[in-house]
């Protein structure tokens, strides 16, 4: 069965303080892997796709890599405002099929 | 990125009667959209899985005449909340995929709905 597992379920954070989240995957013929980023009350904001073991994608403090087995979101010095829930989602094969990972639940304190 | 936007984002009903929540996609075409539920502190769970021009198709354990999809265009998506209840109160998520080899899946921003 295919399963998408995240780590830690909650991190928190000094201002400026650099950390990594995991997503970890077992599908068959992953086509694509994905980020989100989701604030209380919203809906998934998109971050990045990755296609291929060894891909790395940036987004100002965000960058996220890509293995055959897990992909990692590093922060490097994280802002209060970088707090939410971190979403990582495979899609498999050729189909539409989107599979969630549980989140990671980010604290950032001033 | 792509647009995906959602309609209400929250809305208050009396028990019994039904609410409606849409869903578009506005600058691309999605073949494919899918409804979420979230409960508080919890990822997404997929309820469904809507196609244009087709039934939709269920996830276990969602009830079919109690959440009614219609993908009537390739840009709405709409769901029934049908003969709501408090228990049916939740947030709930509307997802639209870009579609193609390297399709990706945007969000709308979710609507809020609480049955008195």
């Known amino acids: 069965e295919d399963q998408v597992t995240q780590s830690p379920e909650a991190l928190r954070l000094q201002e400026g303080e650099s950390s990594s989240l995991n997503c970890s995957y077992t599908v068959s013929g992953l086509r694509g892997l994905f980020w989100y980023r989701q604030d209380p009350g919203k809906g998934p904001e998109f971050l990045f796709t990755l296609y291929s073991a060894g891909e790395e994608k940036e987004k100002e403090r965000l960058k996220a890599t890509l293995t055959k087995k897990e992909s990692f979101l590093h922060i490097t010095a994280p802002k209060p405002e970088d707090s939410a829930t971190y979403l990582c989602a495979v899609q498999e094969g050729y189909g539409q099929n989107f599979v969630f990972g549980p989140g990671t639940r980010l604290s950032v304190l001033p | 990125g792509a647009v995906v936007s959602q309609h209400p984002s929250w809305v208050i009903c009396k028990s019994g009667t039904s609410v409606k929540i849409e869903c578009r996609s506005l600058?691309?075409?999605?073949?494919?959209m899918f409804w979420y539920r979230q409960f508080p502190k919890q990822s997404l769970m997929l309820m469904a899985t809507s196609n244009e021009g087709s039934k939709a198709t269920y996830e276990q354990g969602v009830e079919k005449d109690k959440f009614l999809i219609n993908h009537a265009s390739l840009t709405l998506s709409t769901l029934t909340v049908t003969s709501a209840h408090p228990e049916d109160s939740s947030f709930y998520i509307c997802s639209a995929a870009t579609g193609g080899s390297t399709g990706e899946l945007f969000f709308g921003e979710g609507s809020r709905l609480t049955v008195l």
């Open positions: 600058d691309f075409q999605a073949t494919t």
